[in-house]
Nanobody, 120 residues
Framework: QVHLVESGGGLVQPGGSLKLSCVASGSIFHVVAMGWYRQAPGKERELVASSNAGGGTNYADSAKGRFTISRLDGAKTVYLQMDNLQPEDTAVYYC??????????????WGQGTQVTVSS
């Protein structure tokens, strides 16, 4: 089993910053990518940022220039530094790990989510 535990969410004023953390544990044979998604009320879950095993990163247009994803591969940990947060960033943020649990079995694994609320 793969377990992802997120932390770092909370309430912040517009223009403020938060740093989300996610630690993966369990039977992980190989990590393909780790990333962050978010889901606002009444909306579909969407990619925020991802980081693949080769070091490449991918950001949603809404996150470019404001959010930074980083990883500690040895610790299977991923961070999301969020700056200049705006009310439209309010959502539940989910950590995602895509990887192999054996040499041939792979899947997408999710954390429980952490709430980020941007409000004055």
């Amino acid at each position: 089993q793969v377990h992802l535990v997120e932390s770092g969410g909370g309430l912040v004023q517009p223009g403020g910053s938060l740093k989300l953390s996610c630690v993966a544990s369990g039977s992980i044979f190989h990590v393909v990518a780790m990333g962050w998604y978010r889901q606002a009320p009444g909306k579909e879950r969407e990619l925020v940022a991802s980081s693949n095993a080769g070091g490449g990163t991918n950001y949603a247009d809404s996150a470019k220039g404001r959010f930074t994803i980083s990883r500690l591969d040895g610790a299977k940990t991923v961070y999301l530094q969020m700056d200049n947060l705006q009310p439209e960033d309010t959502a539940v943020y989910y950590c995602n790990l895509r990887g192999y649990v054996t040499s041939s079995e792979w899947g997408d694994y999710w954390g429980q989510g952490t709430q980020v609320t941007v409000s004055s």
